[in-house]
Protein backbone atom coordinates (compact mmCIF):
# COMPACT_ATOMS: atom_id res chain seq x y z
CA UNK A 1 0.00 0.00 0.00
CA UNK A 2 1.42 3.63 -0.81
CA UNK A 3 2.38 5.35 2.14
CA UNK A 4 4.44 8.68 2.92
CA UNK A 5 6.99 9.29 5.62
CA UNK A 6 5.62 11.58 8.54
CA UNK A 7 7.52 12.88 11.29
CA UNK A 8 5.95 9.86 13.65
CA UNK A 9 6.61 7.04 11.00
CA UNK A 10 5.19 6.07 7.66
CA UNK A 11 1.30 6.55 7.15
CA UNK A 12 -0.68 4.66 4.60
CA UNK A 13 -2.18 6.46 1.84
CA UNK A 14 -5.56 6.19 3.53
CA UNK A 15 -4.64 7.49 6.80
CA UNK A 16 -4.05 11.16 6.19
CA UNK A 17 -7.73 12.38 6.12
CA UNK A 18 -8.10 15.77 4.77
CA UNK A 19 -4.36 17.34 3.87
CA UNK A 20 -2.79 21.24 3.49
CA UNK A 21 -0.08 20.29 0.87
CA UNK A 22 1.79 23.61 1.86
CA UNK A 23 1.91 24.88 5.19
CA UNK A 24 4.78 26.15 7.85
CA UNK A 25 4.43 25.17 11.39
CA UNK A 26 8.14 26.75 11.55
CA UNK A 27 9.67 28.90 9.06
CA UNK A 28 11.70 32.05 8.75
CA UNK A 29 11.91 34.31 5.75
CA UNK A 30 13.40 36.97 6.75
CA UNK A 31 15.87 36.61 3.67
CA UNK A 32 13.06 38.13 1.68
CA UNK A 33 13.11 41.37 4.20
CA UNK A 34 14.94 44.57 2.64
CA UNK A 35 18.29 45.88 4.68
CA UNK A 36 17.15 47.45 7.73
CA UNK A 37 15.89 51.72 6.75
CA UNK A 38 17.71 54.39 7.14
CA UNK A 39 13.92 56.27 8.38
CA UNK A 40 13.68 56.53 11.76
CA UNK A 41 9.96 55.49 12.22
CA UNK A 42 10.80 53.01 9.15
CA UNK A 43 13.59 51.41 11.24
CA UNK A 44 11.83 51.37 14.48
CA UNK A 45 8.78 49.39 12.46
CA UNK A 46 11.37 46.91 11.07
CA UNK A 47 11.95 46.10 14.90
CA UNK A 48 8.51 45.67 16.43
CA UNK A 49 6.92 42.48 17.15
CA UNK A 50 3.67 42.03 15.41
CA UNK A 51 0.63 42.60 17.54
CA UNK A 52 -2.85 43.82 17.51
CA UNK A 53 -1.46 47.16 17.98
CA UNK A 54 0.21 47.53 14.01
CA UNK A 55 -1.79 45.26 12.24
CA UNK A 56 -2.80 47.76 9.89
CA UNK A 57 0.97 48.51 8.86
CA UNK A 58 1.62 44.88 8.88
CA UNK A 59 -0.93 44.04 6.24
CA UNK A 60 0.55 47.24 4.37
CA UNK A 61 4.39 46.10 4.55
CA UNK A 62 4.28 42.61 5.51
CA UNK A 63 8.55 42.65 4.59
CA UNK A 64 9.02 46.32 6.13
CA UNK A 65 9.18 44.19 9.30
CA UNK A 66 11.08 41.49 9.93
CA UNK A 67 9.19 39.60 13.55
CA UNK A 68 6.80 39.22 10.78
CA UNK A 69 8.48 36.63 8.78
CA UNK A 70 9.25 34.31 12.17
CA UNK A 71 7.42 31.30 13.27
CA UNK A 72 9.78 29.93 16.14
CA UNK A 73 6.58 29.39 18.73
CA UNK A 74 5.58 25.76 19.51
CA UNK A 75 2.98 26.83 21.47
CA UNK A 76 1.43 28.65 18.60
CA UNK A 77 2.25 25.70 16.34
CA UNK A 78 0.14 23.25 18.98
CA UNK A 79 -2.86 25.77 19.22
CA UNK A 80 -3.34 26.39 15.59
CA UNK A 81 -2.86 22.34 14.42
CA UNK A 82 -5.38 22.00 16.75
CA UNK A 83 -7.76 24.49 15.68
CA UNK A 84 -7.16 22.24 12.25
CA UNK A 85 -7.76 19.25 13.74
CA UNK A 86 -11.12 20.16 15.58
CA UNK A 87 -12.21 20.62 12.35
CA UNK A 88 -11.53 17.50 10.87
CA UNK A 89 -8.07 18.37 9.06
CA UNK A 90 -5.58 15.02 9.53
CA UNK A 91 -2.39 15.66 7.69
CA UNK A 92 -0.17 19.19 7.63
CA UNK A 93 3.15 19.26 5.11
CA UNK A 94 5.83 21.63 6.30
CA UNK A 95 7.50 23.37 3.64
CA UNK A 96 10.00 24.66 5.33
CA UNK A 97 13.24 22.59 3.95
CA UNK A 98 16.44 23.59 5.46
CA UNK A 99 17.93 25.10 8.61
CA UNK A 100 18.26 28.66 6.49
CA UNK A 101 14.62 28.52 6.22
CA UNK A 102 13.81 27.42 10.07
CA UNK A 103 13.30 24.03 9.79
CA UNK A 104 12.62 22.81 13.10
CA UNK A 105 12.52 18.71 13.28
CA UNK A 106 12.33 18.39 16.40
CA UNK A 107 9.50 21.02 16.59
CA UNK A 108 7.54 19.06 14.23
CA UNK A 109 7.73 16.31 16.20
CA UNK A 110 6.47 17.80 19.43
CA UNK A 111 3.56 19.66 17.53
CA UNK A 112 2.54 16.40 15.86
CA UNK A 113 2.97 14.64 19.18
CA UNK A 114 0.68 17.30 20.79
CA UNK A 115 -2.26 17.87 18.84
CA UNK A 116 -2.14 14.01 16.91
CA UNK A 117 -1.96 16.11 13.23
CA UNK A 118 0.38 14.03 10.88
CA UNK A 119 3.06 16.04 9.89
CA UNK A 120 5.00 15.56 7.10
CA UNK A 121 8.31 17.26 7.06
CA UNK A 122 10.43 18.33 3.90
CA UNK A 123 13.83 17.99 3.01
CA UNK A 124 15.99 20.40 0.03
CA UNK A 125 16.90 23.75 -0.66
CA UNK A 126 14.70 27.11 -1.47
CA UNK A 127 15.60 29.79 -3.09
CA UNK A 128 18.71 31.88 -3.81
CA UNK A 129 18.16 34.63 -1.40
CA UNK A 130 17.59 32.02 1.48
CA UNK A 131 20.80 30.00 0.37
CA UNK A 132 24.01 29.73 2.77
CA UNK A 133 27.08 30.75 0.93
CA UNK A 134 27.75 26.80 0.70
CA UNK A 135 24.66 26.55 -0.57
CA UNK A 136 25.74 28.34 -3.28
CA UNK A 137 28.62 26.82 -4.43
CA UNK A 138 27.05 22.74 -3.32
CA UNK A 139 27.59 20.89 -6.40
CA UNK A 140 24.25 18.76 -7.67
CA UNK A 141 26.65 15.69 -6.49
CA UNK A 142 27.06 16.73 -3.09
CA UNK A 143 23.70 18.21 -2.49
CA UNK A 144 21.85 14.86 -3.81
CA UNK A 145 24.55 12.96 -1.24
CA UNK A 146 23.37 14.70 1.74
CA UNK A 147 19.60 15.01 0.90
CA UNK A 148 19.61 11.04 0.60
CA UNK A 149 21.40 10.93 3.93
CA UNK A 150 18.84 13.06 5.28
CA UNK A 151 15.69 10.37 3.99
CA UNK A 152 17.92 7.32 5.07
CA UNK A 153 19.34 8.25 8.46
CA UNK A 154 17.04 11.41 9.35
CA UNK A 155 17.46 14.78 11.07
CA UNK A 156 17.59 14.69 14.88
CA UNK A 157 16.15 11.04 14.35
CA UNK A 158 13.09 12.99 12.20
CA UNK A 159 12.64 12.02 8.53
CA UNK A 160 11.60 13.89 5.88
CA UNK A 161 9.03 13.00 3.43
CA UNK A 162 8.99 15.27 0.38
CA UNK A 163 11.61 17.32 -1.34
CA UNK A 164 11.57 20.78 -2.29
CA UNK A 165 13.46 23.52 -4.25
CA UNK A 166 12.28 26.90 -5.77
CA UNK A 167 13.20 29.52 -8.63
CA UNK A 168 13.15 33.40 -6.98
CA UNK A 169 13.63 34.30 -10.53
CA UNK A 170 13.70 33.33 -13.98
CA UNK A 171 15.22 30.06 -14.21
CA UNK A 172 18.48 31.25 -14.64
CA UNK A 173 20.63 30.72 -11.61
CA UNK A 174 23.16 28.08 -11.58
CA UNK A 175 22.70 27.65 -7.98
CA UNK A 176 18.97 26.95 -8.42
CA UNK A 177 19.38 24.69 -11.07
CA UNK A 178 21.79 22.69 -9.71
CA UNK A 179 19.37 22.38 -6.68
CA UNK A 180 16.35 21.80 -8.80
CA UNK A 181 18.68 18.95 -10.48
CA UNK A 182 19.98 17.17 -7.22
CA UNK A 183 16.04 17.29 -6.33
CA UNK A 184 14.99 15.92 -9.07
CA UNK A 185 17.44 13.17 -9.45
CA UNK A 186 17.03 11.79 -5.46
CA UNK A 187 12.84 12.12 -6.60
CA UNK A 188 14.16 9.64 -9.04
CA UNK A 189 16.36 7.32 -6.29
CA UNK A 190 13.25 8.41 -3.54
CA UNK A 191 10.11 8.06 -5.09
CA UNK A 192 8.47 10.60 -3.04
CA UNK A 193 6.78 14.01 -3.95
CA UNK A 194 9.06 16.92 -4.91
CA UNK A 195 7.42 20.59 -4.38
CA UNK A 196 8.52 23.10 -6.64
CA UNK A 197 8.33 27.01 -5.71
CA UNK A 198 8.63 28.40 -9.16
CA UNK A 199 9.15 31.87 -10.91
CA UNK A 200 5.65 32.74 -9.77
CA UNK A 201 4.91 35.93 -12.25
CA UNK A 202 5.36 33.94 -15.85
CA UNK A 203 5.08 31.06 -17.23
CA UNK A 204 8.13 29.06 -17.33
CA UNK A 205 7.44 25.93 -15.41
CA UNK A 206 7.88 23.49 -18.33
CA UNK A 207 11.57 24.79 -18.35
CA UNK A 208 11.81 23.45 -14.88
CA UNK A 209 9.81 20.33 -15.87
CA UNK A 210 12.04 19.63 -18.39
CA UNK A 211 15.20 19.60 -16.51
CA UNK A 212 13.54 17.88 -13.83
CA UNK A 213 12.92 14.66 -16.86
CA UNK A 214 16.61 15.09 -17.70
CA UNK A 215 17.39 14.17 -14.09
CA UNK A 216 15.00 11.27 -13.90
CA UNK A 217 12.38 12.71 -12.02
CA UNK A 218 8.90 11.10 -12.20
CA UNK A 219 6.75 14.00 -13.27
CA UNK A 220 3.58 12.46 -11.63
CA UNK A 221 4.91 13.83 -8.47
CA UNK A 222 5.71 17.07 -9.22
CA UNK A 223 3.61 19.72 -7.10
CA UNK A 224 3.86 23.14 -8.90
CA UNK A 225 3.40 25.41 -5.65
CA UNK A 226 2.01 28.93 -5.67
CA UNK A 227 -0.16 29.13 -9.09
CA UNK A 228 -2.45 31.46 -7.99
CA UNK A 229 -1.24 34.28 -9.49
CA UNK A 230 -1.24 32.31 -12.93
CA UNK A 231 -4.30 31.12 -12.65
CA UNK A 232 -6.23 33.34 -15.18
CA UNK A 233 -4.21 31.32 -17.36
CA UNK A 234 -6.02 28.44 -17.91
CA UNK A 235 -4.34 26.75 -21.09
CA UNK A 236 -0.73 26.87 -19.60
CA UNK A 237 -1.89 25.22 -16.49
CA UNK A 238 -3.62 22.49 -18.65
CA UNK A 239 -0.69 22.40 -20.48
CA UNK A 240 1.95 21.17 -17.21
CA UNK A 241 -1.11 19.20 -15.79
CA UNK A 242 -0.42 17.04 -19.80
CA UNK A 243 2.67 16.08 -18.46
CA UNK A 244 1.89 14.85 -15.16
CA UNK A 245 2.35 17.46 -12.53
CA UNK A 246 0.03 18.94 -10.00
CA UNK A 247 -1.03 22.41 -9.60
CA UNK A 248 -1.40 24.11 -6.55
CA UNK A 249 -3.63 27.03 -4.50
CA UNK A 250 -2.01 27.36 -2.15
CA UNK A 251 -2.38 31.10 -0.59
CA UNK A 252 -6.05 30.51 0.10
CA UNK A 253 -6.88 33.23 2.92
CA UNK A 254 -4.15 36.04 2.25
CA UNK A 255 -5.81 38.35 -0.27
CA UNK A 256 -5.92 40.94 1.83
CA UNK A 257 -1.94 41.49 2.61
CA UNK A 258 -0.41 43.87 0.19
CA UNK A 259 1.74 41.80 -1.93
CA UNK A 260 1.13 40.68 -5.60
CA UNK A 261 1.98 37.18 -4.11
CA UNK A 262 -1.50 36.84 -2.12
CA UNK A 263 -4.02 39.49 -4.36
CA UNK A 264 -5.93 36.99 -5.66
CA UNK A 265 -9.46 36.44 -3.85
CA UNK A 266 -10.11 32.73 -2.47
CA UNK A 267 -13.59 33.35 -4.83
CA UNK A 268 -11.13 33.98 -7.61
CA UNK A 269 -9.11 30.89 -6.47
CA UNK A 270 -12.23 28.70 -6.40
CA UNK A 271 -12.60 29.98 -9.90
CA UNK A 272 -8.99 28.81 -11.45
CA UNK A 273 -9.99 24.84 -9.61
CA UNK A 274 -13.39 24.85 -11.25
CA UNK A 275 -11.80 26.16 -14.66
CA UNK A 276 -9.25 23.71 -14.45
CA UNK A 277 -11.70 20.99 -13.00
CA UNK A 278 -13.75 21.97 -16.55
CA UNK A 279 -10.90 21.11 -18.49
CA UNK A 280 -10.55 17.23 -17.06
CA UNK A 281 -7.91 18.06 -14.42
CA UNK A 282 -9.89 17.60 -10.97
CA UNK A 283 -7.41 14.68 -9.81
CA UNK A 284 -4.18 16.95 -10.35
CA UNK A 285 -5.87 19.85 -7.85
CA UNK A 286 -4.47 20.70 -4.91
CA UNK A 287 -5.18 23.44 -1.93
CA UNK A 288 -3.66 25.14 0.69
CA UNK A 289 -2.90 27.88 2.59
CA UNK A 290 0.84 28.75 2.77
CA UNK A 291 0.57 30.22 6.36
CA UNK A 292 4.38 31.45 6.46
CA UNK A 293 3.79 35.08 8.17
CA UNK A 294 2.70 36.11 11.96
CA UNK A 295 -0.06 38.11 10.26
CA UNK A 296 -1.66 35.06 8.47
CA UNK A 297 -2.64 33.66 11.88
CA UNK A 298 -5.76 34.46 14.38
CA UNK A 299 -3.96 35.50 17.04
CA UNK A 300 -2.54 38.19 14.96
CA UNK A 301 -6.16 38.73 12.76
CA UNK A 302 -5.12 36.15 10.00
CA UNK A 303 -7.08 32.92 8.71
CA UNK A 304 -4.63 30.22 10.30
CA UNK A 305 -4.30 26.28 8.93
CA UNK A 306 -7.82 26.02 9.91
CA UNK A 307 -9.43 28.23 6.79
CA UNK A 308 -9.03 25.52 4.65
CA UNK A 309 -11.47 23.53 6.49
CA UNK A 310 -13.23 26.23 8.47
CA UNK A 311 -13.97 28.71 5.60
CA UNK A 312 -13.03 27.19 1.72
CA UNK A 313 -14.36 23.64 1.56
CA UNK A 314 -18.26 25.01 2.31
CA UNK A 315 -17.26 27.98 0.08
CA UNK A 316 -16.37 25.53 -2.82
CA UNK A 317 -19.55 23.43 -2.33
CA UNK A 318 -21.52 27.25 -2.45
CA UNK A 319 -19.82 27.90 -6.08
CA UNK A 320 -20.71 24.50 -7.55
CA UNK A 321 -17.66 22.03 -6.71
CA UNK A 322 -19.76 18.77 -5.92
CA UNK A 323 -18.59 16.74 -2.55
CA UNK A 324 -16.74 14.11 -4.42
CA UNK A 325 -14.49 17.23 -6.32
CA UNK A 326 -13.62 18.56 -3.19
CA UNK A 327 -13.00 14.98 -1.66
CA UNK A 328 -10.60 14.33 -4.24
CA UNK A 329 -8.73 18.12 -4.20
CA UNK A 330 -8.47 18.04 -0.25
CA UNK A 331 -7.87 14.11 0.43
CA UNK A 332 -7.45 11.85 -2.80
CA UNK A 333 -4.91 14.36 -4.68
CA UNK A 334 -2.97 15.07 -1.98
CA UNK A 335 -3.07 11.08 -1.04
CA UNK A 336 -1.38 10.06 -4.25
CA UNK A 337 0.90 12.46 -4.81
CA UNK A 338 2.23 12.54 -1.66
CA UNK A 339 2.66 8.57 -1.37
CA UNK A 340 4.74 6.23 -3.46
ZN1 LIG B 1 5.63 28.10 1.48
Redesign the pocket.
Known amino acids: MPSVMCVTGTVADTGLGLVLP ?1 E ?1 LYVDLSCYCPPEPQDSAAKAFYHEKVSPANRGQVVNNPWGIVDNTKLTSQETGVQEASAFAALGGRTIAD ?1 SPCPAMGRNPSGLLRVSAATGVKVIMSAGRYTLPSMTDEDKTLGIENLEALLLREFTDGVDRVRPGLLKTGFVSKIDDEAEVRSLRAVARVQGKVGCAVAIHPYIWGPLSHQILDIMEEEGCDLRKVILCHQDFLGKSGDYLDSLVRRGAYIEFDTFGSGWINDPMWQQTDQEKIGFLADQAARGNADHLLISG ?1 M ?1 MKIMFPRWGGAGYAHIPKNVVPAMKVAGLGGDMVHAITVENPARVLCH
Open positions: HHLDC
